[in-house]
């Protein structure tokens, strides 16, 4: 049996259909990345420090992704968070606060996306928590990253950047 003229045009629509719809899923990534927070290359605490003394604003994020709602693990890194917040290594600094859950982002103004406070995070000092599979903290040149399990429960806090004994627990 043979297709008609229009059942050809149809298959073909069908099929050039699918094909840009495949390209799209595949290279939209590669034309159109998403915005990636910038943490500078590997540091240690001694240049974060520096860094965070000189610095007039930072960035305070909370990367709740993955941790179960209404859980401990949830509270225990937004209290370190706070803590960090209120430290007193960290009070000459205008900070600006979020919290991350998948692609929603919590703000002081409200509701954004991933995306749109990533790129307001830009060109700013950055402490992100997060969870993590081990208690530990990893320095850069722009950024502090917390990973914490849900068994940690230390405080949080940066403490005296002017001095020489300066600490981050």
Do not use: H, W
Not at 24 to 38: G, H, K, N, S, T
Not at 94 to 109: H, M, Q, W
Not at 138 to 165: G, H, K, R, W
């Amino acid at each position: 049996m043979a297709l008609t003229d229009n059942q050809k045009n149809i298959t073909v629509a069908v099929i050039a259909i699918a094909a840009l719809s495949l390209g799209a899923y595949l290279f939209y990534p590669v034309l159109f990345p998403r915005p990636q927070f910038y943490f500078g290359s590997p540091s240690n605490i001694t240049a974060f420090l520096d860094k965070a003394k000189v610095a007039d604003r930072a960035v305070l994020v909370f990367d709740l992704t993955g941790t179960p709602a209404a859980s401990a693990y949830r509270d225990s890194l937004m209290q370190c968070g706070v803590g960090l917040a209120g430290s007193s290594g960290l009070a000459n600094l205008n900070k600006t606060i979020f919290a991350l859950d998948g692609n929603s982002c919590v703000t002081v103004s409200g509701n954004s996306t991933r995306d749109n406070c990533i790129r307001d995070s830009q060109g700013k000092l950055l402490i992100v928590l997060q969870a993590g599979s081990a208690d530990m903290a990893q320095f850069y040149d722009n950024a502090m990253v917390i990973s914490m399990t849900p068994e940690y429960n230390l405080s949080c806090a940066i403490n005296a950047l002017n001095d020489t004994n300066s600490t981050a627990q």
